[in-house]
């Protein structure tokens, strides 16, 4: 079985797969805090969880985008499971071009969402992850990932009203009764999820005129079933598509 970690800003998404196939998977927050000994156990916990063995695991396969995290996990597979993990990182093999004017500054997650679309979906493609950032990815037709689009992520923009607005509270994003607030938590839900959802529209239609009208439209990330729900031009969820980059990526790297 093969363990696959994506360490992000707000999320720790790890995946055992026995073959092709998912099992087992866990969207985690991330904790800065937390030491080598903390990962350790906590990963020893969510493989016993799993009724699976550190003995049973053929690799560990790791994409991150928090450098100061990175360390910290690689030394708890060494101790704790006994394996060295291999890192995505420049220099590996992808089967896939990176058009970006400087790929070492493309991330990890990034890539391993390029590499999965065009292994299982093939281009030209719009991936759409919703993490911490929003980001837009696009994949030309013969299978190039091309560069893309960056903004604030959905809860990065919820946080930042509740911390520089002083009379708005914290809310959880949900769908509001209407499109306009009658209070002011309906209000802020509002503006943040059916704002968020006309900009992936607004994007979608920009980037399906620079890669043509059969572009496919991916979404992937904690809360890219509540946008889908609101709109029609995403037309494949597929939330753990990080992690199906990150065992083909493996393979690539591990033929057999």
């Given at each position: 079985m093969l363990l696959v970690i994506d360490i992000g800003n707000t999320n720790l998404t790890l995946g055992l797969y026995n073959g092709n196939e998912l099992g087992s998977h866990w969207r985690l927050a991330t904790d800065h805090a937390r030491m080598p000994d903390e990962y350790g156990l906590q990963l020893q916990g969510?493989?016993?969880?799993?009724?699976?063995?550190?003995k049973q695991l053929t690799g560990i396969c790791i994409a991150s985008v928090v450098p100061q995290l990175t360390g910290r996990v690689i030394q708890a597979c060494r101790e704790y499971l006994d394996i060295e993990p291999f890192i995505i990182d420049v220099g590996i093999?992808?089967?896939v071009k990176v058009r970006y004017e400087d790929p070492r500054a493309v991330g990890a997650d990034r890539i391993a969402d390029a590499v999965a679309v065009v292994y299982l979906y093939k281009g030209p493609a719009c991936v759409i992850d919703f993490g911490t950032a929003t980001t837009f990815n696009a994949i030309t037709k013969d299978g190039e990932y091309l560069g893309g689009a960056i903004t604030a992520g959905i809860n990065l923009?919820?946080?930042?009203?509740?911390?520089?607005?002083?009379?708005?509270?914290?809310?959880?994003?949900?769908?509001?009764?209407?499109?306009i607030g009658r209070n002011t938590v309906h209000a802020m839900q509002a503006g943040l999820l059916f704002g968020y959802v006309s900009?992936?529209?607004?994007?979608?239609?920009?980037?399906?005129?620079?890669?043509?009208?059969?572009?496919?439209?991916?979404?992937?990330?904690g809360l890219a079933e509540i946008v889908a729900q609101?709109?029609?031009?995403?037309?494949?969820?597929?939330?753990?598509?990080?992690?199906?980059?990150?065992?083909i990526l493996w393979d690539i790297n591990h033929p057999m």
């Open positions: 969510l493989l016993q969880n799993a009724r699976v063995t550190a093999k992808t089967g923009a919820t946080e930042a009203l509740f911390t520089h607005a002083a009379k708005l509270p914290r809310i959880d994003l949900q769908r509001p009764p209407s499109v900009m992936v529209e607004g994007m979608v239609e920009r980037f399906r005129k620079e890669l043509g009208p059969t572009m496919k439209v991916i979404a992937t990330g609101e709109t029609d031009v995403i037309q494949i969820i597929a939330p753990w598509l990080t992690l199906d980059g990150l065992r």
